[in-house]
């Protein structure tokens, strides 16, 4: 189901069909369909692109509750979380702290993505 195929110190891969993931403890069941994998392996970068799917999986109410409770857990500090406090201008509001990179870091990360 998942090609993987290797180029110098890149490995790269993709799916012919969705991969299924249960997340028991969110309650979800997500169908991915992986376009694109990359990982580098001189920079420890690693690169997805893909089309996802959430189904709530079924449940008592008491599961929900704590399906609930488990997903805000999961959303603090996420990636998500963080830009969605950027579009909102509550960065620091919202328990981030962010610090300048330095260009050398950009341009390392830039070169690293025109490689694949």
């Known amino acids: ?45 690693v690169l997805y692109e893909g089309e996802t799917s959430f189904e709530q999986l079924p449940g008592t109410d008491k599961m929900k509750k704590e399906w609930a409770s488990n997903r805000l857990k999961t959303y603090k500090g996420s990636v998500m979380h963080f830009l969605r406090s950027v579009y909102r201008n509550r960065v620091s509001q919202e328990g981030f702290i962010v610090n300048k990179l330095y260009n050398k870091f950009l341009y390392q990360l830039a070169k690293s993505l025109y490689q694949w």
């Open 1 to 45: 189901m998942i090609n993987f195929t290797t180029k110098n110190d890149i490995l790269i891969a993709d799916a012919d069909d969705f991969l299924v993931i249960e997340n028991k403890p969110l309650g979800y069941r997500i169908r991915y369909m992986l376009k694109n994998f990359g990982y580098n392996k001189t920079t420890d970068i």
